[in-house]
């Protein structure tokens, strides 16, 4: 049997479900246009000015970053710090998402907000409480002095360390938030199982809970350590001259020296850098899908 | 049989009390404490500044002494810090309208629409995500500059549009794929126009995912700061910026008091976002 063509008033619609080729482009035009004028053509033309010189192209903002051993360190040294963030982010992340699928009701609630609060808090109120809390005289150093554990204030602010300490709370409910999620689609019953079947509590998590958990883990992980990758507000306000990172020395360039070029040239390393990093990620977690799920 | 029994299991279980005492008290009591200690490190740079804002000493004071209000007058009343909020949440404000229309537009055209490229166009529209913010920071400072978009209105709902539409379009999407089609179908068969079913039938299924969204979007267009830091200008700074360049320069206790009031306005607007999506859930 066949069903009549229904005659369609918006353009050339072929179904009800689903809206036509013509109709679609249209409901996201301003979409595509937006990306287009302020994503795709500012970071394109960046690029561009990182090679293009008024007659031809050049490599030499590229052989810059190359051949000198200081800006091969600060991108090392960014990248380390992203990889200490995000190990730093999971190990702090796993038991807290645990917990949130053990507990019910009030506790789940009060968990929750816990984690969500320092996501929506902005991140100039959370730099300048770091200061707060880790400056000469601020509140970490005062409460070591009253209770006699230090006589000399720590130097803690401006230092790698305050600079991860920051990151990794900034960080943090990024990481939670999807091992929560992939926790709580793995029946409980599972890990019963195991347990029935004579594994302790720490094999029966080691060996049933844990892989099961991986792709929320490798979402959270992918996302730390991007996010950490281009943090520049935070590093600019709680690290030093000490702990310049890629996206500082960024900001540097193109503030202070206008140096716009070479400026462009550390963005498309830093670009490319994330861009590598998140296909390696792809393909290990697509290796171990392959390996432990069949 | 019970009465026999029940002695040797007892003393089965005193035998193994000791290990059975790790595996049954130690170990979660340990856990417990690790995960309330990761929460505490969560919670408390946001709540360690409202003790800061009410203290008497003009610099950091730890714990803080006398109580005054006279910080947050400070604020009120300083016209430097008044524009700066105006004019972020003028911007944020705009920024809502703008990316809930484009991005609920885009997303049912990705969600319902036969519509070529469309893997392309899902992957454009969550790249700023991808994409480290520094370098869209620069990007766009590059391109807005020349043509007079840094420090004002317009060069800033632009950027926070690009920077805020992937929220409502995750949102959006998410509702849409649950919302059943067979109801637009139905009001379509009783006489129903496309665009009154839409109104009238789709829309208030999609409403608490598209509240959500906007929720989301003015928070990321409120709390920017990578962008705001490079396309702002003298007349036209975000509250982002003013505390930027105070925190770097002038550390009074003024900070304190604009980040209570920030930290108490996004905890309303961000329980009122959980409200929207449990209500959406039911």
Redesign the interface.
Known sequence: MRIPKRR???FDA?S??????S???A??A???L??I???????G??LW?SVATPDGFTAEHYLRVWNQPLYLNILWRTIQLAFVVTVASFL??Y??AY?MTLVKNRWAAV?TA?????L??????????????L?R???IN??LRDSGVITDPLHMLYTEGSVMIAMT?SL??FMILPIYSALNTIPLELAKAARNLGAG?IQAFFRVTLPLSLPGVYAGSLMTF?LA??F??TP??VGGPQTLM??TL??QQ??ELLN?PF??AL?GV??AA??LL?AIFRKTLSLNKGVQFG | MADTSLPSRTMQLRRRSKAYFV?STL?PLI??S??GL??F??????L??IP?SVGTAS?????PRGLTLKWYLDYFTDPDWMAATWFSLKIAFATTITST???T??S???V?????GKGF?QA??L??M???????????????APVGLTGNFTGFL??H??LS?PYVIITVTAVLQRFD?TL??AA?NCGA??PQAFWFIVLPNIMPGVAAGAVFAF?AS??E??VA??ISGINGKTI?RK??ED??FN?TPI??AV?TV??IF??V??GGA?FLQSRKRN
């Not at chain 2, 991808?130 to 807005?144: D, E």
């Open positions: 369609m008033r918006l072929t009800v479900r689903q809206y036509s080729p109709f679609s482009l409901l996201t301003p979409l595509i937006l990306l004028f302020s994503f795709l053509y500012p970071v033309r960046l000015m702090l992340a038991p807290v917990a968990m816990c984690v969500l609060i320092p929506w808090t902005s991140v100039l109120v959370r730099s300048y409480s770091w200061i707060v809390l400056q005289n601020g509140v005062n409460l709370h943090l409910p509590p991007i990758l281009g520049y507000i600019a306000l890629m996206a960024i900001g193109t503030t716009w400026a462009a963005s830093l670009l994330t861009l998140v | 595996e170990g856990f417990a690790v995960v990761v929460l490190f969560l919670v408390l740079p946001t360690i500044v800061m610099y950091i004071q730890f714990p229309i484009i991005g537009l885009g049912i055209a990705l319902r629409g036969k519509l070529p166009i454009l529209t790249s700023p991808v994409v480290p913010h520094i370098v869209i920071a620069v990007a766009i400072y590059l391109v807005f632009i950027a549009t690009m539409v089609v637009e179908l379509l126009s496309r928070l409120f709390d700061a990578t830091f490079f982002t505390m930027f925190i770097d550390l900070i304190a980040s920030l930290v996004t905890l607007l961000m959980q």
